[in-house]
T-cell receptor, first 115, second 115 residues
Framework: AQKITQTQPGMFVQEKEAVTLDCTYDTSDQSYGLFWYKQPSSGEMIFLIYQGSYDEQNATEGRYSLNFQKARKSANLVISASQLGDSAMYFCAMRENSGYSTLTFGKGTMLLVSP | GAGVSQSPRYKVAKRGQDVALRCDPISGHVSLFWYQQALGQGPEFLTYFQNEAQLDKSGLPSDRFFAERPEGSVSTLKIQRTQQEDSAVYLC?????????????FGPGTRLTVL
C-alpha cells in the first residue's frame, strides 16, 4: 500500500486565491513527521512546512499552513494568497520513527498559478 | 551558511560507462541520504549514512550502484555500467540526525542522462 497518497496530479489557481493540496498517509507508528516540499522547475527541493504527529496545533509558516487531521490520516497543505512564483511541483512526505527512517514521498501535485 | 551542494549538475553518459556523483552535505550534519527521482515521480530512497557508516542500502536498485562516505562528510554515489533506466535526477540530502522530526535539506540534484 502507498504510504503517501497525493490524488491531485495537477491543480490550477488564480493569483491571490487560496488553494489546498491533498495528502493522505498510512503508518502504524505513533511517532512520525509530515513534511511538504516545493520543487520548482530548477529541480531543487525546498522545505515548506513540518507537522509532528504529537503536535496539537496545525503548523503554519507564512502563507503556508498544514491542515492536520490525525484520525483521518490527512495532512493537506493550504497556500493562501497564491503568487505566480508558487507554480511548481509540491510533494508530501513522511518520516516514521520506526527503525532508521528516511523520507517517503508521494507522487506530487503540479500547481499552476495564473494571473 | 552553505547548503548541500552536488556535482556535476548535469551528466550525460553513454550506456556502459561508469559515473560518479558527488554530494557535499551541510557542515555538521551527520546523516546523509541519496534519492533517485525519475521524471514525473517523487524521489525514492536509495541509501543513507550516519557519519561514515552506511546504515541502509536497501533502496539501491542493483549491485551496479555503490555509495560511500569514507570520512563522514562528502559522499559519492557511483553507478557502474550505466543503463538507460538509470536516467534520473539523483538528489542528496543531509540532516542533523535520524530522528523523525529532523528536517532533511536537499541539494540541487544531478540530472543523469544515459544515451
Amino acid at each position: 500500500a502507498q504510504k503517501i497518497t497525493q490524488t491531485q496530479p495537477g491543480m490550477f489557481v488564480q493569483e491571490k486565491e487560496a488553494v489546498t493540496l491533498d495528502c493522505t498517509y498510512d503508518t502504524s507508528d505513533q511517532s512520525y513527521g509530515l513534511f511538504w516540499y516545493k520543487q520548482p522547475s530548477s529541480g531543487e527541493m525546498i522545505f515548506l512546512i513540518y507537522q509532528g504527529s504529537y503536535d496539537e496545533q496545525n503548523a503554519t509558516e507564512g502563507r503556508y499552513s498544514l491542515n492536520f487531521q490525525k484520525a483521518r490520516k490527512s495532512a493537506n497543505l493550504v497556500i493562501s494568497a497564491s503568487q505566480l512564483g508558487d507554480s511548481a511541483m509540491y510533494f508530501c512526505a513522511m518520516r516514521e520513527n520506526s527503525g532508521y527512517s528516511t523520507l517517503t514521498f508521494g507522487k506530487g501535485t503540479m500547481l499552476l498559478v495564473s494571473p | 551558511g552553505a547548503g548541500v551542494s552536488q556535482s556535476p549538475r548535469y551528466k550525460v553518459a553513454k550506456r556502459g560507462q561508469d559515473v560518479a556523483l558527488r554530494c557535499d552535505p551541510i557542515s555538521g550534519h551527520v546523516s546523509l541520504f541519496w534519492y533517485q527521482q525519475a521524471l514525473g515521480q517523487g524521489p525514492e530512497f536509495l541509501t543513507y549514512f550516519q557519519n561514515e557508516a552506511q546504515l541502509d542500502k536497501s533502496g539501491l536498485p542493483s549491485d551496479r550502484f555503490f555509495a560511500e562516505r569514507p570520512e563522514g562528510s562528502v559522499s559519492t554515489l557511483k553507478i557502474q555500467r550505466t543503463q538507460q533506466e538509470d536516467s534520473a535526477v539523483y538528489l542528496c540530502a543531509s540532516s542533523l540526525g535520524l530522528a523523525y522530526y529532523n528536517e532533511q535539506f536537499f541539494g540541487p540534484g544531478t540530472r543523469l542522462t544515459v544515451l
